[in-house]
């Protein structure tokens, strides 16, 4: 495909971060945006809405429409998915980057935290997912794309946050299993994960402020992810990509562009070797 002008991506978590960055770089083409997120009204901490990227779509030169969508929701998602492809006439790409993250261990874990987890990374996933099957089908070039890590299976991955590992690796599994079973129908199912730490929310949250200022933009997750969507749908799935490599494949070489300190040294994401 040489651009997105006039395809459709619905990206669950698109209110700040990667989310966000994705949808500007699809709206640079021209693509239609469908931005939803729970921040409808602006938070005491977070930045962004889906009204302001909504508004920063438009000005990137897309069409944008903001839904305030819960993923944990079932009627809330089919409605939405609805009324998306009723408004731009179907779905091209689904993005489920919608997340939520506690990184404590088993006994400091809550159940309601526990539940949060499994509730937006994995039933969300799997959900939007499935209701956007019955447009992705009939898609030209139709691409399911989970913000997810590679499954690797060493207790270095778990032993610190097993309910995180757990709910992120289902994330993982349905790209593992959907690009299996829609292989034939010709829809692409990829994960994208980032080499190293991305300046986001999560990280600016969870981490040391010296995690953030090694980490790179939200930009190289979605130049990669923009790469990843131009790919032919049929050959290009099943893959566990990795944000650094896709762009090394497309021919970039300069990735200080991306870094939050130019110059600077950078922390490697967790779950990769």
């Known amino acids: 495909m040489s651009d997105l002008r006039g395809k459709t991506v619905f990206i669950a978590g698109a209110s700040r971060g990667i989310g966000r960055a994705i949808a ?50 079932e009627a809330a998602i089919a409605a939405a998915v609805q009324q998306a492809a009723s408004h731009f006439g179907g779905i091209d790409i689904l993005v489920n980057n919608a997340s939520a993250i506690q990184l404590t261990g088993t006994a400091d874990t809550a159940a309601k935290r526990f539940d949060l987890m499994f509730g937006v990374n994995v039933r969300g996933t799997f959900l939007c997912s499935q209701a956007c099957l019955p447009f992705l089908v009939k898609a030209a070039n139709p691409h399911i794309l989970n913000l997810a890590p590679p499954l690797n299976m060493k207790a270095q991955w778990f032993r610190n946050h097993v309910a995180y590992t757990m709910a992120k690796y289902g994330m993982s599994m349905c790209t593992l299993g959907m690009s299996g079973e829609f292989r034939a129908q010709g829809i692409a199912v990829n994960s994208l994960w980032p080499r190293t730490t991305i300046a986001t929310a999560a990280i600016e949250v969870n981490f040391p402020a ?26 290009a799935t099943g893959h ?24 600077g040294p950078l922390q490697q994401d967790f779950f990769l070797d």
């Open 24 to 73: 500007l770089r699809c709206a640079r083409d021209g693509a239609n945006i469908v931005v939803t997120a729970k921040s409808a009204t602006p938070h005491t901490k977070l930045p962004g809405t889906i009204h302001t990227v909504a508004t920063e779509v438009a000005a990137a030169g897309g069409k944008a429409l903001a839904i305030q969508l819960d993923v944990r929701d």
């Open 210 to 235: 010296a995690i953030m200022r090694a980490s790179r933009k939200p930009d190289i997750m979605a130049d990669a992810a923009y790469a990843i969507f131009r790919r032919d749908s049929r050959s």
């Open 240 to 263: 566990f990509y990795i944000d650094e490599a896709v762009l090394r494949e497309e021919g970039c070489t300069d990735f200080d562009i991306y870094a939050v300190t130019p110059g």
